[in-house]
């Protein structure tokens, strides 16, 4: 019984340490924009994170009625009548203005970890189905970064998110989407502003005048690094409680009571 107790302590150190260690590869949310109701308001926001509301250019309509409490997002086609059209590439996107953005301020350093949403689509009259495509533009001082999202639809990821008739659905969003913002740099205090674009891809079919394809995002969130100093502080009392007992077992053999 005595041998299993000479084990316990060191074991927990180890134990300890490494949960830490686990801890600081975790991310921690800073913030959610929820749309619900068509609230353009963070909620959830960390202390030492100021968020601004959600702002949209052109054509973007965030939480129009209480059906399309997400993301709406459209493009008027230049040529079409009434026509709707999503951008088709990344240039065109960017182009268009048609971005919902928010400005973040940090009272303390903040390394970002990553951007999260749910993405769903609805697919018009006249067209089958297209793939939705997102990314982020995040702008730090008089540099501005562009990071891809990864997208995971029916439990795969890939590049895109497939919107068809099947899954056409204004109510519901079938997808999430990731943006790694490991790339960023490091210790942030702010201000940036992350704007968030949309555009098509493999479009089948035509659209008949007056209706529109849409992608929608909700639930979108931005993650960051848990600040290193309650996770070292951890480690090193983890590695300590193993030293201290490994020192007191050189001390004091098995067989000796103390």
Known sequence: MQRHHRLLF???GVLLALGAVGTAASAATLLTYTLASGSVAASGVASNVAASSLTSGNTVLIGASSTYQNLFY???QTSGGTTYALPTSQASALSSGDAES????F???TTLSNLAFDIGGNVGAGATSFDANVFAVIAIGGT????????TQGGVGGSVYSVTAANSNYSSLAGTGVIDLSSLPAGLTGPITVSLYAYETNLAGTLASGTNNAIRLSEISVSAVPEPSSTA???VSGAGLAALYCLRAARF????VR
């Open 144 to 151: 501005s970064y562009t990071e891809a999202a990864t997208i």
């Open 233 to 235: 502080f951890l480690v």
């Open 10 to 12: 060191p074991i927990a």
């Open 102 to 105: 928010f400005t973040l301020t």
């Open 107 to 109: 009272s303390s350093a």
């Open 253 to 256: 053999p098995a067989g000796l």
């Open 74 to 76: 459209l493009l008027q």
